[in-house]
């Protein structure tokens, strides 16, 4: 994966923590920056491609980080 800009952990947090964190904190970054997500809610797979669809921001990228969660790189736009 690419290098972010910063880093947000959610990791224990269940739906719809990550994307209400994730938007919080695009919110305060400039656009072109990229926020690294962790998170271990399934639901994520699902939430976040949709939260950057709707909100305009790019998702990079998805990885599993191995132990049960995923990273997402996102653009804020």
Do not use: N, W
Request: hydrophobic share 45%; glycine share 8%; aromatic share 2%.
């Amino acid at each position: 994966m690419m290098a972010e800009d910063a880093t947000l952990d959610t990791l224990g947090l269940l739906c719809p923590l990550p994307v209400l964190k994730a938007r919080k904190r695009l919110k305060s970054m400039q656009p072109g920056q990229v926020l690294r997500l962790l998170a271990s809610d399934p639901a994520a797979v699902v939430d976040v491609p949709h939260f950057c669809a709707e909100s305009g921001h790019e998702l990079l990228g998805m990885e599993d980080t191995g132990d049960g969660a995923q990273a997402y790189l996102i653009r804020r736009s």
